[in-house]
């Protein structure tokens, strides 16, 4: 069994060269792997299944290529896109989640996977947030709205999240190492994105914390093409284990 997994694309209209990556990543793998798991903030903001803007076109005709060729494709909630539904999904043979936190078992090793965000137990603030605007009554009153009303709102949500982060600590808007060590006391691993700091955390008793890193454009512009390119930290687990892997785009 052959499992990629990625989180925290952050994808936008406003950005296509991070699309383009995506799309780029799902051409190379390709019949290479037999899973693709999504773990959350896919998109900077998923207004809700009743969005058929144009941009999304390339990305689920890109998606129904890479589903049937056999390949499954899960998606995880992430605290930007959490309004993101199976109605979706299924345009291109995909399944969602509900559960925040899963396990997966790969050669004998037990897997839990998460976003992150249920991890950042110190950031009091967002937890409080996270559990009103989660609220199913909260969600689809959202999604009753105008999709054009839903815009302004992710907007003016986004300027404040922007705005909140700045005023908090790194420490407070990391992982509780409490909250993981009972993430991992019956598994083997924990993987997850959200907080933007890839690495493999490994501890005395053999057990591991891999973080996947968000997909970031570079600063710099091709002076060939006019480009912008781009990178992030990626994972994949096949026969020679867990490693993470930078994807450049």
């Not at 709205?145 to 420490?171: G, W």
Request: aromatic share 8%.
């Amino acid at each position: 069994m052959r499992q990629l997994f990625i989180a925290d694309l952050h994808l936008s209209p406003k950005h296509p060269r991070l699309v383009r990556g995506f799309l780029d990543l799902l051409a190379h793998y390709q019949s290479h792997v037999n899973q693709l798991y999504i773990l959350g903030d896919w998109f900077e903001a998923w207004l809700g299944d009743d969005d058929h803007s144009q941009w999304l076109d390339d990305i689920v005709h890109a998606l129904q290529v890479f589903s049937n060729d056999g390949t499954e494709i899960f998606f995880m909630h992430g605290n930007r896109d959490f309004a993101l539904g199976q109605q979706f999904m299924s345009r291109f043979g995909g399944q969602l989640i509900t559960k925040e936190r899963i396990t997966i078992e790969n050669a004998g090793q037990r897997i839990v996977l998460e976003h992150g965000d249920a991890l950042c137990t110190d950031d009091i603030s967002y937890q409080r947030f996270k559990k009103i605007i989660r609220n199913p009554l909260i969600i689809n009153s959202l999604l009753y709205l105008p999709l054009s009303l839903r815009r302004k709102v992710a907007q003016q949500a986004r300027q404040k999240s922007k705005a909140s982060h700045q005023r908090k600590s790194a420490y407070i808007m990391d992982v509780n190492e409490q909250a993981v060590a009972r993430a991992l006391v019956s598994n083997d691993i924990l993987l997850h994105g959200h907080t933007h700091r890839p690495a493999i955390h490994e501890y005395s008793n053999g057990k591991k914390r891999v973080v996947l890193g968000d997909w970031r454009e570079s600063e710099a512009t091709d002076s060939t093409t006019g480009s912008t390119n781009g990178s992030a930290m990626i994972a994949l687990l096949n026969e020679q284990g867990l490693q993470l892997i930078e994807w450049k785009f």
